[in-house]
Each structure stands twice: as C-alpha cells, then as structure tokens.
Nanobody
Framework: QVQLVESGGGAVQAGDSLRLSCTSS????????MSWYRQAPGKEREFVAT????????WYADSVKGRFTISKDDVKNTVYLQMDSLRPEDTANYYC??????WGQGTQVTVSS
C-alpha cells in the first residue's frame, strides 16, 4: 500500500557527486518529515538528513554538512539527496523514510578513493 522507492545510487570516485531520489506512493510526502539514513556493512544505521513536512527546515549529520543537500518536490512525492564531494566513508546503503514509519528498500552508494 505505502511504498518508498530509492534510486540514483552507484559507484563513483572520491570527489564525485550523486543525486538520490525517493519517490513515495500511498502517502502524501508533504504531510511527513522525510529523512535519509545510511548503513554500511557491520555498522548501525545512521542519520544523514531530514527535511520537515513544510520544507522550510533541514537538519544534517555533522559528517555530511556542507556536502549533502536534502530537498523535496511534494507534487512528485519525491525527496532528494544531493551528495557532493563524496568520500569513501560515504559508502553505504542509503534509505529514505517518512516519519521513521515507512522505509524504502535502499540504494547502494560506493565511493572509491
């Protein structure tokens, strides 16, 4: 019924950029805070970024501040994560979530040095 699908991951070199997308169905993204999390093998899932439902305020993990930008398009029910200046330590499976209740399946980002 409710589905979140991430896309845009891939394998890149350090310093490159990627834009991740998360498209929701079965819910209206504009009614929920939307977030990105990531999880590397053997590591716990960690917070990356949040955009509040009204789109005005955003929060970022210290590790990505100044490099990543979260945004959304409520008409398209899509949230984005623009990732610039990627580093090997950004390598992880990236997940989007609506209010921490509904989660996507993840999209893999691999950054080589």
């Amino acid at each position: 019924q409710v589905q979140l699908v991430e896309s845009g991951g891939g394998a890149v070199q350090a310093g490159d950029s990627l834009r991740l997308s998360c498209t929701s169905s079965g819910l209206t993204a504009g009614k929920y805070d939307m977030s990105w999390y990531r999880q590397a093998p053997g590591k716990e899932r960690e917070f990356v970024a949040t955009i509040v439902s009204n789109g005005i305020n955003t929060w970022y993990a210290d590790s990505v501040k100044g490099r990543f930008t979260i945004s959304k398009d409520d008409v398209k029910n899509t949230v984005y994560l623009q990732m610039d200046s990627l580093r090997p330590e950004d390598t992880a499976n990236y997940y989007c979530t609506a209010a921490g209740v509904w989660w996507g399946q993840g999209t893999q980002v691999t950054v080589s040095s």
